[in-house]
Each structure stands twice: as structure tokens, then as C-alpha cells.
């Protein structure tokens, strides 16, 4: 039967399994050839513009390469956004999808390199947290992207650490990003052993879940073939979290729920959104402030315990930090606060004005997106305080992840800077909390969008449509916005 509000999602007939599994290994196998023949390899020089790129050697064949493994990739995941077969089907084809591009150089980014370099840095005395990898006299920096060469490590103290342990266990730059590989898989694969767990917990069937969070191309290309830190700071997001679900209200278990998470921020800032949402997973029955109070202080003690260890393990504070603001240094259109600024900015050039308006509109949607985190947080408490009764205890999971989810979809949507890779986040949590299969498409197409963004060498393609992009970005945010205020304003004549 199917769920209130969704599309039918009944059996999936083999024929059409079948046909979306291996149209989806030849994508891979298509993507990992386009690698060996222009990805993201050491001693590639970087493109500057596409006409670049079509010169290059074998440019022809790397994008042609690119482009039908990604439209197959990515066209056989969209196929089954209803829900794979089973969950084990599910999490077969994703790992036989993954096989290939294991076998890939660094695909669709650079940053992998820079994880070494950064990595390289601290363990030879110097702190990444204060210089970039070309004044610390990392010997690979000509590998890494240009605009992050002089950037110092905008990533917690935690993935640091395992950076200098990839370096010095990797005895050189192959070696390192081999292990830098290796790191991420484990964080895949640690996301993917807590897909199920969450998704029972919410009401949510695994298959679907696993499916959309697992299968999806960003982490087949940029989690497992670009090696992205990202990989690890989730798969210690989402195992915290399970068990929260698992065992609320037990003070080990919240203390060491609490380590996992803090470990989560240690890799990347951004995971510090859902520890409100955490806190809520962690009550057991009827919500209340003195309940929310002691196992929340648990939980933060964790949290705390993990961050000052780490801190004090590598020698390092807290100037990671200062690091994150860097991140905005690059102006693309993929960032709709950026997107806006940069149209306001092309309106002043008509009129011989230079507005400047980029900063002051990323800093209003941090504003922004303060408020509504708030906002999610109180809607999130205030169901599940309604929601204490034992008969629906399935529901009060789902609203703190679903709050967790959409938390991390404001932020990555109202941060000053986004990559195709940040997208991995939101998705997880949303697909384990999403009860209602129609709701999924909202956050499915963009991942799909988000999956042609870049080129194999780490290209970003939103650097040669700036001018156009933004525009496009821009009405599509002034068409939200519309719909949002048409649909509150029925809301309250109701």
C-alpha cells in the first residue's frame, strides 16, 4: 500500500531494475575512463576555460566520456528515486557502481590533494590552521587547485590528524592520497551500515533510503572517487546518531553518541547544525525542558570531550575556524546568497555603480539562516513534545531527523560558498526521514543537477556560466520566495 501523499511505489519490475543497475556500472566505468584520460591526476596542468579543455589531449574524449557516464549514472539513480527492489539490492548495486571508480585518480575536484598538503604541513611543524600549503613548503602544491594554495585548512583538528597519519603511513603523495581513499570509504561505508537503523526508526522503508542516500552520483564520484572528507564526517554523523535512536536516554550511550558527533565536527563545521536536533533524539518518551536539559548536557559533555581531545592530541585550537570564512573566498553562482549579490552587482554595472553587494547579501542570509535554524529547532521540539505518547514513538525520531535534515539543506543552500559534495549532507538525513515518497523529489533533482557541475579534473562549470547562472539562480530564488509568501498567506486565511 501506499504512503498518505505518495506516489504509488509498488514492486519494481526486474527488467527495469536490471536495465538502471547496469546502465549505471557502464556510467562509472565511462567516468573512471574519463579520469585516466583527464581527471584531477598530479601533474595535470588546470583548465582555465573550456576551450582548454577541448585542446587538451584526448579533450574530446574525456568530456564525451563525462558527459554519457554522468547523463547514465545519474539517469539510473533518477530511474529508481521510488525505491530500489529490496534494500540489499539497493546496496549491491551501489557497491558494484562504486568498483570502478575506485579504481579512478581523484575525480571532479582537487581537494584531495590539498588534504595532503594540509596534512604534510602539520606533521613537518607547520600550522595549517595559521598558512597555506605553498608557504609551509609542502612539496605537492603545485597539485592542488590555485585558489587554495595560499588558504590555510578551513577542516576541524580531527581530519587533520588523519591527513598527517595518511602522509607519514603513505611515504609519499601516491601513498597519501591512497590512504586519504581509504579514510573516505570507511566513512561511506560506516554511513551505509547506519541507513537502515535510521530509516526504521523514522518509518522510512530502507530500501528507499538507501537507495537515494547511497547510490546517488555525488558519492560514487565525489565521496569514494574524490576521496572528500566529507565521506568520514558523515558516516561519524549518521553512527552517532543511531545511537541516539537506539539507546535515548542512556548516559553512556549519550557520551558516546556525543564523542561521535563532536569527531563529526572535528572534520567539518558544518555537522555542529544538527547537535540541537541530536539533543532532541536523545530524550526518551515525553519531551521535557529537565529532560531535555540532562541528556542534552550528556550529549554536549561528549561533544565537548571530542573536540578539546583532538585540539590537545594535535597540538591545535580552534583557528579552523578562521579557515571556514576563508571557504567564501570564491564567487560561483551554485551559492544563491553569491547569486544574488552578483546580479545586484551586474544592475549597478549598468548604471556605473559597483555596488559591492555580494558580501552584504551572503551576510544578510547568514542572518537568515540563523533565525530559521532556530525556527526548525522549536518546530522540531514542540512536535516532539506533542508527540510523547509510546504509541507514536516512530514519530519523534522522524521530526528531529527530518529538523536535522532540513537544517543542513539551509545551510548548505545560505552558506557563501557551495560545492556539489556539500549536497551528500542534507541528502542522508532527508532520506531516512522522509515518510512520504512525492516529498523526495524536492532534494533528489537538485543532487542530480548537482552531479554535471563539474568536469573530471575538478573543473567547475559554474565558473565559465557565472553571468548567466546567476541570473537563473536569482529567479529561481525570487520564485521560492513568491510561492513560500502565496502559500503562508493561505495558510493563515484557512
Known sequence: MSEPGAVPDGPVRPVAAALARYAGLAGAVLLTVAGWLGGALPDTPAVTSLGDAWRAPHGPAV???WLVGTVLLVGAWWSLRWGAPSGRWAY??????????????????RDVYSYACQGWSWTHGADPYQVGVVAAGCPWADSVSPIWRDTPAPYGPFFVLLAGLAVLLGGGLVGAIVLLRVVAVAGVLLAASCL??????????????????????????HLVAGAHNDAVGLGLLLS????????PGRPRALVVAGVLLGLAVAVKAVAVVVLPFAALVAVPGRHTWRALLRDGGRLAGGVLAALVVTSLATGLGPGWVRGVARSGDSEQWTSPPTAVGLVVDYAGALVGRAPGAVPVVRAVALAVLAVLLVVLWWRAWTASRRWGDVRQAAAQPRVALAGAGLALAATVLLAPVFHPWYATWPLALLAVATVAVARTVWFVAPCAVASVLTLPDGTNLARFTKAPGAILMTALVVAVVVVAAVRARRARRR
Open 240 to 247: 552517532g546518531l543511531l545511537l541516539l535512536v537506539r539507546r
Open 63 to 65: 568530456l564525451g566520456c
Open 196 to 221: 537502515p537503523g535510521l530509516a526504521r526508526a523514522a518509518g522510512v522503508p530502507a530500501r528507499r533510503a538507501v537507495w537515494l542516500a547511497l547510490a546517488c552520483p555525488l558519492v560514487g564520484v
Open 92 to 109: 549491491l548495486t551501489a557497491g558494484l557502481w562504486a568498483l570502478p571508480l575506485l579504481a579512478a585518480p581523484p575525480l571532479g575536484s
